[in-house]
């Protein structure tokens, strides 16, 4: 865990305040060979980066704390007075992930703070700024964590089911970062004192990119799932078995990988086998058992169900063409998150009436916090350039003009939002 403390902000502006505080959380976690980042949630590097928050808060004056599901948060004003503004994000990875997605939220956050200070804006609600733990789910397989404990969409049995790849649960590994699991569990209290969430994330896409914009206003997220494909065949002699001997699991399943880009370009919607497991994994024997993971979003759930179900229907007839069995389970699924209409015109009012910021509206194919706390909380999205539209990739990458354009929206919303 690092020990030195960051120096005080200088008063410079967003830019300055924004640039000391990336420079100083950039080195944390990032793997020396790939340059991505892998910053799990209740590992070092995730203490690293808690220390940080914690020092950002305290540099700054504000009360922080540790609520009971691990979350940080830090407050300018008295929580306990309710209808509280609050901003952040995450700072954990995914497996060599890149450097914006979470953070850009969490420092523009304490940087669009900054420059308030510097405006001398004062304050009639209370303002928070928040990292949500394992935001993610690189590490026990399940995103959001940290909000859907807050939110009482993930239980506590539940919560202490999930293991990691080594069979260490998440009791087990808060407990080893000095958490207390037995701790953990729904927080409507702390959910009942805030008013609005605004949560800034780069774009996992280039909508703006194309349409020359720095910045944008999230309208929804997509719905989307996962689904389990498990085809069983038989295994075998890959040198002595006849090709017309074989029933080859392998087959069906890269033929299924074809019919979900072909299913997903046909209906404008996504999808992906990015996950795959293979028994018995040798190289010289037919696999007895190939386990794919199909994660498919589109912008209706009409579209969705489209996709899959066509994916589906495919593979039964590849998996019956070669003898294969196939069984098909849902893992996960969110139906589509429409952000808070009002909030989300209230962004558009202060960005395009008070500013002369063009900001669009657009959707996104990718979960996040605000999703999961838009059932209990009214909660709106900002979205920052992203050139290349790449992203859980080191080459994931935002102009830091781009970031302080987002720093300066973020600013404005939270004094139109905070002084009223």
């Known amino acids: 865990m690092r020990n030195d403390c960051p120096q005080p902000v200088r008063p410079a502006g967003a830019g300055s305040s924004f640039h000391d505080m990336w420079r100083e959380l950039l ?3 990032r793997h020396p060979q790939s340059g991505g980042y892998r910053r799990y ?13 914690k020092a950002q808060a305290e540099v700054r004056g504000l009360a922080y704390e540790v609520d009971r599901n691990g979350n940080q948060w830090a407050w300018l004003g008295d929580p306990a007075a309710g209808d509280a503004v609050v901003t952040g994000s995450h700072l954990d990875s995914v497996p060599d992930g890149g450097a914006f997605d979470g953070p850009l939220g969490v420092v523009s956050s304490f940087a669009a703070l900054d420059e308030l200070r510097g405006r001398g804006t004062e304050f009639s609600r209370p303002l928070a700024i928040v990292n949500f733990g394992d935001e993610e789910g690189a590490r026990f397989g399940l995103a959001c964590v940290g909000s859907r404990l807050t939110a ?18 998440l009791p087990k590994a808060m407990e080893a970062a000095g958490y ?10 702390r959910l009942a004192r805030i008013g609005a969430f605004v949560e800034l994330h780069v774009e996992q896409g280039r909508a703006l990119d194309l349409s020359g914009d720095r910045v944008g206003i999230a309208s929804a997220i997509w719905p989307h799932g996962r689904w389990r494909f498990d085809f069983r065949g038989e295994a075998n002699h890959a ?19 074809l019919a979900a880009r072909r299913e997903a370009q046909l209906a404008g919607a996504v999808a992906t086998f990015g996950k795959i497991a293979v028994e018995p994994n040798g190289v010289n024997a037919i696999p007895s058992l190939v386990r794919g993971w199909l994660d498919s979003r589109a912008a209706d759930q009409d579209t969705l169900d489209t996709v899959v179900g066509g994916v589906e229907k495919a593979a039964r007839e590849y998996a019956a063409a070669h003898g294969v069995d196939l069984d098909v389970v849902r893992e996960s699924f969110t139906p589509v998150v429409e952000f808070d209409h009002a909030l989300r015109d209230e962004l558009a009012r202060i960005l395009g009436n008070d500013t002369d910021l063009t900001v669009p509206v657009l959707g996104t194919g990718a979960g996040h916090d605000a999703g999961i706390l838009s059932g209990s909380i009214p909660t709106a999205m900002l979205f920052v350039r992203n050139p ?26 939270l004094e139109g939002l905070a002084r009223r």
């Open 27 to 29: 080195p944390i976690g």
């Open 41 to 53: 949630a209740w590992t070092g590097a995730d203490a690293e980066c808690r220390e940080w928050f």
């Open 152 to 169: 009482g969409q993930l239980t506590v049995g539940q919560a202490h089911r999930l293991t990691d790849g080594d069979g260490i649960s």
């Open 180 to 189: 207390d699991p037995d701790a953990i569990g729904p927080d409507p209290e």
């Open 239 to 257: 040198g002595t078995t006849r090709l017309v001997d074989r029933r080859d699991p392998m087959l069906s399943y890269a033929e299924t990988v």
């Open 388 to 413: 290349s539209g790449v992203s859980h990739s080191p080459a994931e990458f935002a102009a830091e003009d781009d970031c302080v354009a987002g720093v300066t929206a973020l600013a404005d919303v």
